[in-house]
Antibody
């Protein structure tokens, strides 16, 4: 059974850096073809893909947010970390991590999500 | 960036009736199209990928069709648990993009 769970702060101030951790089980990021990504959803709005990291450390970022995002993995801990700099109130959203495979691939499994509010 | 447009925004359907949801891509995405279901307070759940392949455990009443730029999700006989928001997603091109969603509500 594959599970993913997001963790991190629920409240950050504008201009701060957000660090989110995805801890997963049921698969390994050292297995060929596996990927973990981040998707967010502002309250009442649609989904937006942010970033993706593969088993071979290949990374992809949303062009509109690329300058602010960094995604890394710790295979030994079964974790993927997303950092987003210069947070703004418009970044208030539920952030999900998800499991996929080498592109083209949908997101097969999702974490429960974590709501991050950006406010002073 | 490929823009995904879903219609209608809201669909009112009676239980037991058929629901037909549409998704259009601004350019061809081949068959690299997925559908997700999202209930309030929950994460999205993968229903269909490859435009027409049901994900594990998804009931046969969910059917996906289409290719290129026009896609359809059909729910043959709506059950109470099917009232939710449905999103399409293209994963053919970077960046991956989602549609704005269709809310299926009880009529």
């Amino acid at each position: 059974q594959i599970t993913l769970k997001e963790s991190g702060p629920t409240l950050v101030k504008p201009t701060q850096t957000l660090t989110l951790t995805c801890t997963f089980s049921g698969f390994s990021l050292s297995t060929s073809g596996v990927g973990v990504g981040w998707i967010r959803q502002p309250p009442g709005k649609a989904l937006e893909w942010l970033a993706l990291i593969y088993w071979d450390d290949n990374k992809r970022y949303s062009p509109s947010l690329k300058s602010r995002l960094t995604i890394t993995k710790d295979t030994s801990k079964n974790q993927v970390v997303l950092t987003m700099t210069n947070m703004d109130p418009v970044d208030t959203a539920t952030y999900y991590c998800a499991h996929g495979q080498i592109q083209p691939s949908p997101w097969f499994d999702w974490g429960q999500g974590t709501l991050v509010t950006v406010s002073s | 960036e490929i823009v995904m447009t879903q219609s209608p925004a809201t669909l009112s359907v009676s239980p037991g009736e058929r629901a037909t949801l549409s998704c259009r891509a601004s350019q061809s995405v081949s068959s690299n199209l997925a559908w997700y279901q999202q209930k309030p307070g929950q994460a999205p759940r993968l229903l269909i990928y490859g435009a027409s392949t049901r994900a594990t455990g998804i009931p046969a009443r969910f059917t996906g069709s289409g290719s290129g730029t026009e896609f359809t999700l059909t729910i043959s006989s709506l059950q109470s648990e099917d009232f939710a928001v449905y999103y399409c997603q293209q994963y053919n091109n970077w960046p991956q993009t989602f549609g704005g969603g269709t809310k299926v509500e009880i009529k």
